[in-house]
């Protein structure tokens, strides 16, 4: 286990500047028991910084490997009334969400991959309205990561079960910027402000589409949506608080054009899906939507993946992140998005960011839609940068400008 001072340090940030709760509000964490000791010290630190309250919703890994084992699939489609009333209650306080991520890979490995589609499918919709005010940044919310000993031996399956956990803790602690000797707070505030120097010159250069190229095979046209914005580090919620969703990040992002993508990406890294590790795959896109697609392990959670809905096929998301990156140097493996998309620019298949259209965040879903974005109850981000990638911007009168070079931002 890291020293007390630096898993403290972690829970401040986590509230502080992930969160960032205000005094006054109410702070929801949502973890799992393998994590409580970290959360006990998050709830302390968010009282500390002034929570009006805090509450915790846990999940158990176990039990819900059992749950999804043991029970019939209409049941686990049947989402009970209070558990959507406990998340309008949330909506209704005005409650801020950390999430503490502590990822089991491979804990839903024996379960039905339908049975598991079915189920997730009901959640979702059991709580669109829910979704629809964390993705509209109606109020902060963030996602840190915590290791498990699933995970840190998947990471690291040449040392034992504690080696492994302290290796992937120190891993997660340096990705995150904390360190024994530093204020990771102040840290973070100048690591925001590049993030956002970046996103201020791919605004003014306000690309009409990027074209991607490497050596594995990527030969991609994203065009974007007209009036798209690039965002990445820090987000404003819909009344001005800043917050971080994502504990770490490094990315630029913004929003591509639903029906404008054409051509074939190959990923990188492998994609974590329902507990399942797609990898070795590419996909073609015409008029944006995945017309073929091939993968060399777990290739029917892939399908189940771009069979979710209509928009799962199609693109809602593209980052930039140089290759030369802090994750990407520590040269790791995290088998996670959280990390790994922040070691590798990626897209994301599913539903778009409202955030990266103009005035999108007070648009109406047809609105949204009549702009060029792309809907869906799927979000799901993979990796396909590479030391090798080039990409290359056309702006609105067809100039070529290089945005990338061997992997790196360029300007
Ligand atoms: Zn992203
Ligand atoms: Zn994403």
Redesign the pocket.
């Known amino acids: 286990m890291p020293s007390q001072n630096r898993l403290r340090k972690y829970a401040r940030l986590a509230v502080s500047v992930g969160a960032n709760v205000q005094p006054g509000q109410m702070l929801v964490i949502q973890g799992a028991t393998d994590t409580r000791e970290f959360i006990r010290l998050c709830v302390e630190e968010a009282y500390e910084v002034g929570a009006k309250s805090v509450m915790v919703r846990w999940s158990d890994d176990p039990i819900s490997h059992t749950t999804y084992l043991k029970s019939d699939v209409e049941t686990l489609e049947e989402v009970p009334a209070w558990i959507v009333a406990q998340f309008d209650y949330f909506m209704e306080k005005g409650a801020a969400l950390l999430s503490v991520a502590s990822p089991t890979p491979g804990l839903l490995a024996d379960v039905d991959p339908v049975k598991l589609q079915r189920a997730n499918i009901a959640t979702r919709k059991a709580l669109t309205n829910w979704q629809a005010h964390m993705m509209g940044n109606k109020t902060q919310w963030s996602i840190v990561a915590v290791p498990t000993v699933a995970w840190a031996k998947k990471v690291f399956p040449a040392l034992n079960d504690e080696e492994a956990v302290d290796a992937l803790w120190n891993a997660i602690l340096t990705a995150v910027r904390v360190r024994e000797d530093n204020d990771p707070v102040q840290e973070w505030r100048d690591h925001n402000a590049r993030l956002s120097a970046h996103n201020a010159a791919l605004n003014d250069h306000n690309f009409k589409s990027l074209h991607f190229k490497n050596s594995l095979g990527t030969d991609l046209v994203v065009e974007l949506v007209k009036n798209h914005i690039w965002a990445g580090g820090d987000e404003k919620n819909t009344q001005g608080v800043h917050f971080n969703p994502n504990m770490p990040t490094e990315e630029t ?1 913004t929003m591509p054009l639903k029906f404008g993508v054409n051509g074939k990406v190959v990923a990188t890294k492998p994609l974590n899906y329902q507990g399942r590790l797609i990898d070795g795959f590419w996909l073609e896109f015409k008029d944006g939507k995945v017309v073929a697609y091939d993968a060399a392990k777990e290739k029917e959670a892939l399908s189940n993946l771009l069979s979710v809905d209509e928009g799962s096929s199609y693109l809602g ?1 593209v ?1 930039l992140i140089s290759h030369d990156s802090p994750i990407s140097n520590a040269n790791i493996l995290f088998l996670n998005t959280l990390f790994d ?1 922040n070691a590798s620019c ?1 897209l ?1 298949l599913g539903r778009a960011y409202p955030m990266n259209l103009k005035g999108g965040l007070s648009m109406s879903q047809e609105e949204l839609a009549a702009a060029g974005s792309n809907h869906s109850m799927e ?1 799901q ?1 993979f990796m396909f940068g590479s030391a090798d990638m080039s990409i290359v911007g056309i702006t609105q009168d067809g100039k070529e400008v290089v945005v990338f070079k061997d992997g790196n931002f360029a300007f």
């Open positions: 992002f998301e980052a998309e990626h994301a979000h981000d």
